[in-house]
């Protein structure tokens, strides 16, 4: 189930905080990433896998390196701060 598609109000609830906490975690990244001349968007999470899916954007976007950003910046520090996060993908 993507954080998008919560239905009940309590569920809803819980998936506005989860997203403001990973919104809150995204946020300590950009500021290295707006310096490079990109940043990342927040896409979706899957609770079913724990996994966060972002968007790289600007140069970024068309990195050779961005999957070592995502996999060993942003992950990680979505991990360190959210522990529900299993996983962070680009998309």
């Known amino acids: 189930m993507f ?17 403001d906490r990973i919104e809150t975690s995204l946020d300590t990244v950009r500021p290295a990433l707006q310096m490079d001349g990109g ?12 996994t966060v899916h972002v968007r790289l954007v600007g140069v970024c976007g068309a990195c050779p390196i961005s999957p070592t950003t995502v996999k060993h910046g942003i992950e990680r520090r979505l991990k360190e701060m959210v522990p529900e996060v299993r996983e962070v993908r680009a998309s």
């Open 3 to 19: 954080l998008a598609m919560a239905s009940q109000p309590a569920a809803t609830n819980e998936a506005a905080n989860l997203r």
């Open 39 to 50: 940043d990342v968007e927040f896409v979706a999470f899957d609770a079913d896998t724990a």
